[in-house]
Nanobody
Framework: QVQLVESGGGLVQPGGSLRLSCAAS????????VAWYRQAPGKERELVAD???????KYADSVKGRFTISRDNAKNTVYLQMNSLNAEDTAVYYC????????????????????WGQGTQVTVSL
């Protein structure tokens, strides 16, 4: 069983930066595929970025070049560094994890993830 806790959200001005953290409890987190999703009011939840158990990363087109996902397995934590934020990035950001069926597997369907955090609000506004 893995429990996820997100932190680092808040209010930031356009062009600013935030770093989100997803801290995991439970064993074997380093083996998990982990993703950041976000959901804005009135919109569907969308995949922002994911990182495999092997460290490979993937990003939504809307955040490529601005966001960076990384993991520190020693700290059981996955990060999402967000730069050049704009109003369209305003959403609740969720961390999700899944034990992959094979090493390095990646998942894009939110329904495939086994564990979810409670979410952290990111608001980009003047």
């Amino acid at each position: 069983q893995v429990q996820l806790v997100e932190s680092g959200g808040g209010l930031v001005q356009p062009g600013g930066s935030l770093r989100l953290s997803c801290a995991a409890s439970g064993s074997g987190f380093s083996l998990n595929a982990v993703a950041w999703y976000r959901q804005a009011p009135g919109k569907e939840r969308e995949l922002v970025a994911d990182v495999t158990s092997g460290g490979s990363t993937k990003y939504a087109d809307s955040v490529k070049g601005r966001f960076t996902i990384s993991r520190d397995n020693a700290k059981n934590t996955v990060y999402l560094q967000m730069n050049s934020l704009n109003a369209e990035d305003t959403a609740v950001y969720y961390c999700a994890a899944k034990i992959p069926t094979y090493y390095g597997a990646t998942y894009s369907d939110s329904g495939e993830y086994d564990y979810w955090g409670q979410g952290t609000q990111v608001t980009v506004s003047l």
